[in-house]
T-cell receptor, first 114, second 112 residues
Framework: GAGVSQSPRYKVAKRGQDVALRCDPISGHVSLFWYQQALGQGPEFLTY????????KSGLPSDRFFAERPEGSVSTLKIQRTQQEDSAVYLC????????????FGEGSWLTVV | GNSVTQMEGPVTLSEEAFLTINCTYTATGYPSLFWYVQYPGEGLQLLLKATKADDKGSNKGFEATYRKETTSFHLEKGSVQVSDSAVYFC???????????FGTGTKLQVIP
């Protein structure tokens, strides 16, 4: 497709379950980002990939959060043993990679942990 | 570290009113500045951007000017419409790989 695609759009998980969120960036985009947006807040940076290399994971809140992009295109954000405070919208974004290039965001995956 | 401060909402305006949403920033380098918009039920969309001092970003009647001396990037529109109702985020990036720091967002509601 033309834009950044994320799935699932909505996910309800029981506390303690593992979840996996998928991101399909725009074709040819080198840079890929994951953000977490809590209700009523601005997005917070989680992690950054340049192709398949994860160059910054400073925003991941705990070791329960793990992201990968093994072939430099599709990325998966995995959250293990989900907790209620993980409830948020998880946004994926991509860009061509130049430092002034436009960043395009997906519609997000809404995670609710009950 | 980097931070963005924007005026708290919600902001409620009548159609055709003038809009200003204030935004100031703190950055360690020389950032690019952005306004993003999030319509109800939709993802973040880039509204406008400016990459250097005194640049004016504009789109859909919205404007913002990069003011380095006051570290500000206020969003303005001369005449708002009901369809402009959304949440507006001021943001910056100043790393080599575009790590974006967002403000908390300002909800705008335009009533007929």
């Amino acid at each position: 497709g033309a834009g950044v695609s994320q799935s699932p759009r909505y996910k309800v998980a029981k506390r303690g379950q593992d979840v996996a969120l998928r991101c399909d960036p725009i074709s040819g985009h080198v840079s890929l980002f994951w953000y977490q947006q809590a209700l009523g807040q601005g997005p917070e940076f989680l992690t950054y990939f340049q192709n398949e290399a994860q160059l910054d994971k400073s925003g991941l809140p705990s070791d329960r959060f793990f992201a990968e992009r093994p072939e430099g295109s599709v990325s998966t954000l995995k959250i293990q043993r989900t907790q209620q405070e993980d409830s948020a919208v998880y946004l994926c974004a991509s860009s061509l990679g130049g430092d002034r290039d436009t960043i395009y965001f997906g519609e997000g995956s809404w995670l609710t942990v009950v | 570290g980097n931070s963005v401060t924007q005026m708290e909402g919600p902001v409620t305006l009548s159609e055709e009113a003038f809009l200003t949403i204030n935004c100031t920033y703190t950055a360690t380098g020389y950032p690019s500045l952005f306004w993003y918009v999030q319509y109800p039920g939709e993802g973040l969309q880039l509204l406008l951007k400016a990459t250097k001092a005194d640049d004016k970003g504009s789109n859909k009647g919205f404007e913002a000017t990069y003011r380095k001396e006051t570290t500000s990037f206020h969003l303005e529109k001369g005449s708002v419409q009901v369809s402009d109702s959304a949440v507006y985020f001021c943001a910056l990036s100043d790393t080599g790989y575009q790590k974006v720091t967002f403000g908390t967002g300002t909800k705008l509601q335009v009533i007929p």
